[in-house]
Nanobody
Framework: QVQLVESGGGSVQPGNSLRLSCLVS????????MGWFRQAPGKEREFVSG????????YYVDSVKGRFTISRDNAKNTVYLEMNSLKPEDTAVYYC???????????????WGQGTQVTVSS
């Protein structure tokens, strides 16, 4: 059984940092393109960042470039999202996602995590 388990969410003040983790089990991790998505209340789920399975290339939505960093540790079957300089508009439920090979989008994900809440507020 494939499982994606996120951790690291919470409530922080603007300007602070959080680090999300996603532990993957039940599937060959290094064959997966991994991504982070988020969904704010009343909004559609959006792509935040992805890291490719084959070359480690990383991609970000424009609104988080320079603030968020995605990384993966294939030895630990884990993908991370380091979030710095957090803003109130980053408030959302953050979901870890996995896709065998290729591009990952909200419409082609093979596996989803359960989500973890991130709240940025003063």
């Amino acid at each position: 059984q494939v499982q994606l388990v996120e951790s690291g969410g919470g409530s922080v003040q603007p300007g602070n940092s959080l680090r999300l983790s996603c532990l993957v089990s039940g599937v060959t991790f290094d064959m997966l393109t991994m991504g982070w998505f988020r969904q704010a209340p009343g909004k559609e789920r959006e792509f935040v960042s992805g890291v490719w399975w084959n070359n480690g290339n990383k991609y970000y939505v424009d609104s988080v470039k320079g603030r968020f960093t995605i990384s993966r540790d294939n030895a630990k079957n884990t993908v991370y999202l380091e979030m710095n300089s957090l803003k109130p508009e980053d408030t959302a439920v953050y979901y870890c996602a996995a896709k065998f090979g290729a591009v990952i989008t909200a419409n082609n994900v093979d596996y989803w995590g359960q989500g973890t809440q991130v709240t940025v507020s003063s």
